[in-house]
């Protein structure tokens, strides 16, 4: 296994530079409000600078609300005017304008000029997280910045909006309160308490000496993902004219006034990146540089990191809190070597194939549904109809991870230790990047078909004896039928005069449904809402003894679709069969039956493993 300590950003944006202020610097930096965006306190452009033999304002200090024990702040011109330009500054931290201006690029081409002449001192940017929503000036700001400060080590931290006492968003909170009964539940964004802002630039600013010099940092912190109905909620001031409005906002919301105004304001977001941070619930980052800004050390736990979100759009899963960054926008093209393909973790298996047809090839596994990103195949068993190969995970020999708890990436293999510490174990809060799955040449496929009464759950099991098949399917439409379809599949020369039935892909004519529907972004919405409305899925493996107890006790029970498949055991410690051969069974049932389902899961099966990427309703 090889781990690296600083992180390196393959794909560091550079951004485009705007043109540069002609004004020259001041000698002494104008004393103004210039920071009420970020901190609504703070009456003067204030740095924290850390380090040895600089002056600290206390004044300056007990303006700044909420601020890290541990930072000095005082104002810039003071530690310009210090006179000792051999001390050694470990970091300058800079409170980014909401708008650049004119004193904000003196004030950074004098930073840099600082900075330059203590090797080693590294500037922390600390600004908003507008960047995450593609607008358009702090991109252009940002770029700025950093062109400015050329060859200075830097780290660009970035805020979700900030909560605290002496906040803007506070004061507006305040005020706006009243409002909370009017705000539909679904309307949320990411509030940061401004406690924990600072906690980060303490540690970051502490740590500045030990990181790779002339590397650029990207952190965001987003804190929680909460309604903006709670978070107005709490800001309630009290008194009667609050209560009064309060009052006369729960009775419009009686009359959908708050539903039928996000009804209005929902479309306009896509034209404004400021409405967009003010609600949403996932991102979709556009480059693994971004990504990794997202999900860092300070905070993986506000963020759920996810391939294509099936889980959500489909199965409704939640994850109270959390934002959901979803990985399908990082990924380059899949890279073919041979036997081997090198992948980004947010490639779609539909492009992987693809890549792969073209160069007669494919993969061992290839499930019914295509729009699944290879990344999620090392945390969620995924597997197909026409292989013995079990799941894609099998056929994966190497990964680069990013394991947020030792803030490391970690690049290990099949045969090593840590693989098998991260493999179908998303609880370890790891991130997927990179993978290589092994792949072979292109076959056809063959299927037979036949009906057997459902008799005993041996004699299912007898079925799954048969060793000729690649692989065999059996589904059952009702729990209450009396027959199963069972399909065995052969790959190419094992069938008995395939002909004219040979199939392309190992998958049955519904399993071709599904990527039919997902290709038109209508039929993909309906079908999705549909069953996330209506269905309750689930997968659960069960051994040999537990499979023939389901199968003599699930007659009673209002499932509508059985499939069941056989899966080796793969000896992985987080595998859901590491340690002996199962019976899959991927149940469908309306959601209204769910609870009657669980119930009898309860009470006879309480320690079944099941798929984390097939369990309608999980909630983590
Ligand atoms: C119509 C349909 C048909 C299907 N048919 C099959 C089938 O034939 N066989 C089969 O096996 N399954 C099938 N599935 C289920 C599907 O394989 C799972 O739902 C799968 O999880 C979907 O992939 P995804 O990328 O959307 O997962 P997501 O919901 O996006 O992610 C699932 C989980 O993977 C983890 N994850 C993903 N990427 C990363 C990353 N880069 N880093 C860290 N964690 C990550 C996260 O924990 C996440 O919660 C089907 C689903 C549908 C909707």
Redo the contacts with the bound molecule.
Sequence with gaps: MKTQGNLAYPDAQSGSAAEPSAESPPALLPVAAVDARLVARVVDRLVAALGQSLPVSAAAAEKRPGSHPSLQPCRWDEVANAGDADASVAAIVLLLAAKHDAAQTALVDDIARRAKESPGTRVLLVGTFLRHFADARTIRDEAEVRRRLDGVPITFLRAGHLLGDGTRLACRLRSLSWLAPLVPRRISSTFLNESDLWAMVATEAAEAGTMRRASCRELTLLGRNRPWREVLGEHNPGGPLSAGLRGLATVLSFLLVGQLVALFVGPLRRWSSRLRSCWFDTLYPQSVTELLSLYNRYGYRDV?????????V??GQTFPGRTVV??IKTAGPPRIDGYRVKLD??TLMRTTIDALRADDKELFVV???S???M??CF??????SGSEVTTVADTIERVLLYDPVEDRLVATSRSEEAFGRYLYN?ASG???LRLYVRAKEKSRYFVKQETLSATSGEAVLEVFADREPSNIEIRKSQAASETIDVYKYYDQGDGEGGGAGALEMPKDAI?RL?DRLEENPISSYLFHAMVRKFGYHVELFFTKEEFVRFWETHTELPISKIQLRYVKQDGMPHSPFGKHDCISADLFMRRKHSSVFQEYLRNNFSHVQSN???HSMLAG
């Design positions: 759920k990191v996810v391939g294509y979100n099936t889980g959500v489909h199965f979803s990985t973790a947010g499930p019914n549904y729009y699944i990103s990344g999620t945390f969620v068993p995924v597997h197909g998303p790891a991130l997927l399993g599904w984390v990427g097939k």
